[in-house]
Protein backbone atom coordinates (compact mmCIF):
# COMPACT_ATOMS: atom_id res chain seq x y z
CA UNK A 1 0.00 0.00 0.00
CA UNK A 2 1.17 3.48 -0.71
CA UNK A 3 0.42 6.94 0.61
CA UNK A 4 0.20 8.90 -2.19
CA UNK A 5 0.02 12.35 -2.75
CA UNK A 6 -3.16 13.84 -5.04
CA UNK A 7 -2.93 17.44 -6.63
CA UNK A 8 -4.71 20.18 -4.91
CA UNK A 9 -7.20 22.15 -7.27
CA UNK A 10 -7.63 25.46 -6.94
CA UNK A 11 -11.21 26.33 -4.95
CA UNK A 12 -11.91 22.37 -5.16
CA UNK A 13 -14.10 21.31 -2.38
CA UNK A 14 -11.43 19.13 -0.05
CA UNK A 15 -13.27 16.25 1.56
CA UNK A 16 -11.63 14.94 4.93
CA UNK A 17 -11.95 12.75 7.78
CA UNK A 18 -10.27 13.19 10.84
CA UNK A 19 -8.10 10.29 11.72
CA UNK A 20 -9.79 7.73 13.93
CA UNK A 21 -8.42 6.48 16.73
CA UNK A 22 -6.75 3.57 15.70
CA UNK A 23 -3.73 5.44 14.19
CA UNK A 24 -3.20 7.23 17.45
CA UNK A 25 -3.24 4.28 19.81
CA UNK A 26 -1.22 1.94 17.36
CA UNK A 27 1.54 4.66 17.23
CA UNK A 28 1.60 4.65 21.48
CA UNK A 29 -0.55 7.57 22.32
CA UNK A 30 0.95 10.30 23.29
CA UNK A 31 4.31 9.59 23.57
CA UNK A 32 4.30 7.95 19.99
CA UNK A 33 3.05 11.18 18.69
CA UNK A 34 5.61 13.37 20.02
CA UNK A 35 8.38 11.14 18.91
CA UNK A 36 6.70 11.16 15.56
CA UNK A 37 5.83 14.92 15.48
CA UNK A 38 9.56 15.27 16.83
CA UNK A 39 11.11 12.79 13.97
CA UNK A 40 8.89 15.08 11.30
CA UNK A 41 10.52 18.22 12.56
CA UNK A 42 14.07 17.45 12.89
CA UNK A 43 13.48 16.53 9.14
CA UNK A 44 11.81 19.91 8.47
CA UNK A 45 14.87 21.14 9.05
CA UNK A 46 16.72 19.51 6.48
CA UNK A 47 14.30 20.20 3.64
CA UNK A 48 13.60 22.45 1.25
CA UNK A 49 10.89 23.85 3.49
CA UNK A 50 12.95 24.46 6.35
CA UNK A 51 13.02 28.46 5.54
CA UNK A 52 9.41 28.82 6.82
CA UNK A 53 9.87 27.54 10.26
CA UNK A 54 12.04 29.31 12.68
CA UNK A 55 15.43 29.41 12.76
CA UNK A 56 15.02 30.14 16.92
CA UNK A 57 15.75 26.86 18.46
CA UNK A 58 13.06 27.94 21.05
CA UNK A 59 10.78 29.06 18.95
CA UNK A 60 10.99 26.48 17.06
CA UNK A 61 10.66 23.65 20.08
CA UNK A 62 6.96 25.44 20.38
CA UNK A 63 6.45 24.62 17.19
CA UNK A 64 6.69 21.15 17.86
CA UNK A 65 5.22 21.08 21.13
CA UNK A 66 1.61 22.81 19.56
CA UNK A 67 2.48 20.48 16.87
CA UNK A 68 2.94 17.66 18.81
CA UNK A 69 -0.79 19.06 21.01
CA UNK A 70 -2.51 19.11 17.35
CA UNK A 71 -1.85 15.59 16.18
CA UNK A 72 -2.81 14.19 19.63
CA UNK A 73 -6.29 16.01 19.45
CA UNK A 74 -7.30 15.67 15.87
CA UNK A 75 -6.55 11.97 16.08
CA UNK A 76 -8.81 11.56 19.21
CA UNK A 77 -6.38 11.67 21.97
CA UNK A 78 -6.76 14.02 24.93
CA UNK A 79 -8.09 17.56 24.32
CA UNK A 80 -5.04 19.58 24.68
CA UNK A 81 -4.75 21.56 21.69
CA UNK A 82 -8.39 23.25 22.48
CA UNK A 83 -7.10 26.38 24.26
CA UNK A 84 -4.76 26.80 21.52
CA UNK A 85 -7.31 26.74 18.87
CA UNK A 86 -8.80 29.99 20.24
CA UNK A 87 -12.29 28.53 20.91
CA UNK A 88 -12.46 27.13 17.09
CA UNK A 89 -13.17 24.09 15.69
CA UNK A 90 -9.26 22.72 15.24
CA UNK A 91 -9.26 22.22 11.36
CA UNK A 92 -10.77 25.58 10.99
CA UNK A 93 -8.29 27.29 12.89
CA UNK A 94 -5.60 25.32 11.51
CA UNK A 95 -6.52 26.76 7.85
CA UNK A 96 -6.56 30.17 9.46
CA UNK A 97 -2.96 29.89 10.69
CA UNK A 98 -1.50 28.75 7.84
CA UNK A 99 -3.00 31.67 5.96
CA UNK A 100 -0.25 33.91 7.39
CA UNK A 101 2.12 31.89 5.43
CA UNK A 102 2.82 31.64 1.64
CA UNK A 103 2.24 28.27 0.57
CA UNK A 104 2.23 26.33 -2.58
CA UNK A 105 1.72 22.94 -4.09
CA UNK A 106 5.81 22.25 -3.99
CA UNK A 107 5.71 23.09 -0.48
CA UNK A 108 2.69 21.10 0.31
CA UNK A 109 4.16 18.20 -1.32
CA UNK A 110 7.98 18.58 0.53
CA UNK A 111 5.74 18.92 3.92
CA UNK A 112 4.21 15.57 2.89
CA UNK A 113 7.31 13.52 1.87
CA UNK A 114 8.71 14.61 4.90
CA UNK A 115 6.06 13.22 6.60
CA UNK A 116 5.69 10.24 4.68
CA UNK A 117 9.84 9.30 5.81
CA UNK A 118 8.93 10.05 9.40
CA UNK A 119 5.52 7.56 8.98
CA UNK A 120 7.60 4.65 7.14
CA UNK A 121 10.35 4.91 10.12
CA UNK A 122 7.37 3.32 11.94
CA UNK A 123 7.59 -0.16 11.85
CA UNK A 124 5.17 -1.92 14.13
CA UNK A 125 2.07 -0.12 12.32
CA UNK A 126 0.16 -1.89 9.99
CA UNK A 127 0.24 0.17 6.66
CA UNK A 128 -3.73 0.15 6.95
CA UNK A 129 -3.91 2.11 9.83
CA UNK A 130 -0.88 4.67 8.46
CA UNK A 131 -2.98 5.02 5.52
CA UNK A 132 -6.10 6.32 7.36
CA UNK A 133 -3.75 9.00 8.88
CA UNK A 134 -2.56 9.62 5.15
CA UNK A 135 -5.79 10.16 4.04
CA UNK A 136 -6.31 12.82 6.18
CA UNK A 137 -3.02 14.59 5.73
CA UNK A 138 -3.01 14.18 2.01
CA UNK A 139 -6.55 16.15 1.74
CA UNK A 140 -6.22 18.14 4.59
CA UNK A 141 -2.90 19.65 3.54
CA UNK A 142 -4.84 21.09 0.17
CA UNK A 143 -6.41 23.43 2.39
CA UNK A 144 -3.42 25.19 3.81
CA UNK A 145 -2.14 25.85 -0.25
CA UNK A 146 -2.56 29.40 -1.18
CA UNK A 147 -0.36 30.66 -3.72
CA UNK A 148 -1.03 28.65 -7.25
CA UNK A 149 1.78 28.45 -10.48
CA UNK A 150 -0.19 31.39 -12.58
CA UNK A 151 0.66 34.11 -9.50
CA UNK A 152 -2.68 33.77 -8.02
CA UNK A 153 -3.33 33.77 -3.89
CA UNK A 154 -6.83 31.68 -3.27
CA UNK A 155 -7.36 31.32 0.59
CA UNK A 156 -9.63 27.92 1.51
CA UNK A 157 -11.99 29.01 3.59
CA UNK A 158 -13.76 26.74 6.04
CA UNK A 159 -16.92 26.10 3.93
CA UNK A 160 -14.81 24.31 1.59
CA UNK A 161 -13.76 22.17 3.65
CA UNK A 162 -15.76 18.98 4.28
CA UNK A 163 -15.44 17.37 6.88
CA UNK A 164 -16.83 13.60 7.08
CA UNK A 165 -18.16 12.74 10.18
CA UNK A 166 -19.63 8.98 9.45
CA UNK A 167 -17.44 5.98 10.05
C1 LIG B 1 -2.13 18.35 6.94
C2 LIG B 1 -1.54 19.51 6.80
C3 LIG B 1 -0.98 20.33 7.93
C4 LIG B 1 -1.27 20.31 9.27
C5 LIG B 1 -2.33 19.47 9.98
C6 LIG B 1 -0.41 21.29 9.90
C7 LIG B 1 -0.39 21.56 11.25
C8 LIG B 1 0.34 22.55 11.84
C9 LIG B 1 0.34 22.83 13.26
C10 LIG B 1 -0.46 22.08 14.29
C11 LIG B 1 1.14 23.89 13.48
C12 LIG B 1 1.44 24.57 14.83
C13 LIG B 1 0.32 25.49 15.14
C14 LIG B 1 0.50 26.39 16.34
O1 LIG B 1 1.41 27.21 16.36
O2 LIG B 1 -0.32 26.30 17.27
C15 LIG B 1 1.66 24.28 12.19
C16 LIG B 1 2.48 25.35 11.97
C17 LIG B 1 3.03 25.65 10.76
N1 LIG B 1 2.89 24.96 9.58
FE1 LIG B 1 1.63 23.44 9.26
N2 LIG B 1 0.39 21.88 8.95
C18 LIG B 1 0.07 21.33 7.74
C19 LIG B 1 0.64 21.62 6.53
C20 LIG B 1 1.62 22.53 6.33
C21 LIG B 1 2.25 22.78 5.07
C22 LIG B 1 1.94 22.06 3.76
C23 LIG B 1 3.16 23.75 5.28
C24 LIG B 1 4.05 24.28 4.21
C25 LIG B 1 5.12 24.96 4.37
C26 LIG B 1 3.07 24.16 6.69
C27 LIG B 1 3.78 25.16 7.31
C28 LIG B 1 3.64 25.57 8.62
C29 LIG B 1 4.29 26.72 9.20
C30 LIG B 1 5.22 27.66 8.47
C31 LIG B 1 3.90 26.77 10.55
C32 LIG B 1 4.21 27.83 11.59
C33 LIG B 1 5.55 27.92 12.11
C34 LIG B 1 5.63 29.11 13.05
O3 LIG B 1 4.83 29.22 13.99
O4 LIG B 1 6.48 29.95 12.81
N3 LIG B 1 2.14 23.37 7.29
N4 LIG B 1 1.16 23.44 11.23
Not at 70 to 98: S, T, W
Request: proline fraction near 2%.
Amino acid sequence: MSLDITPVIKGEVVRFKNPSKRFYEAIGGEDGMKKLMYNFYDKIYESDIAHFFPQDEDEFEKVKIKNSKFFIQICGGPKVYQNDAKGLELNEYMIRLHDDFSINEKARVEWLGTMREALDEIKDVDEDIKKEFWNYLDQFSKLTVNSFSDGSEYYASYTQALEDKED
